[in-house]
């Protein structure tokens, strides 16, 4: 028998629940933020590179994608990269409002990272969504650096 697609939402919801970190569920559960393959403990213990912030809508898999690095060193925390199947839904919205949400548990002094030459043609966009969020973007070129004080 097939398992309903709500059924199988609450499901994803509680096993990603007991594997990682659940950072937030919408208040009509469409979907979920997960910090996948770490705890909070052993990136406060042991930093790490979490492969993925994960975005899950009831029905779909991923949908949008961060990948972080936890650098205790610097008190740190570097966005890799950023990946969506599906363009303007407000789904960077959700993922940077989490990123912070994290640095945040994490007691991590700085958010940065780099614009990539291949995301040129979309640099006005990104530039936009980083300073909605309280961070500077430095574009020069081809490239461009983005720093939020947490």
């Known amino acids: ?5 709500k059924k199988r939402f ?20 469409q979907w979920f933020v997960v910090l ?3 705890t909070l403990e052993e ?12 975005f899950r809508k009831r029905g779909l898999s991923s ?14 925390l570097f966005i890799g990269d950023f990946t969506s199947d599906i363009e303007d839904k407000g789904y960077g919205n959700i993922l940077l409002r989490n ?4 640095a945040e548990l994490l007691g991590s002094k700085s958010i940065t990272g780099n ?6 043609d979309h640099f006005d966009k990104l530039k936009y969504l980083y300073e909605k969020f309280g961070f500077k973007v430095d574009i020069s070129g081809n490239t461009g650096k983005i720093l939020r004080k947490v």
């Open 1 to 5: 028998m097939f398992t309903s697609s």
């Open 10 to 29: 609450e499901q994803n919801l509680e096993h990603e629940a007991r594997q990682g970190i659940l950072l937030e569920v919408d208040s009509n559960r």
């Open 36 to 38: 996948a393959h770490y």
């Open 43 to 54: 990136l406060q213990n042991e930093g790490g590179a979490p492969n993925l912030i994960l």
């Open 63 to 76: 949908v949008a994608r961060m990948r972080l690095v936890v650098m205790l060193e610097k008190s740190e």
């Open 99 to 102: 990123v912070i949400k994290l």
């Open 115 to 120: 614009l990539s030459a291949s995301d040129r």
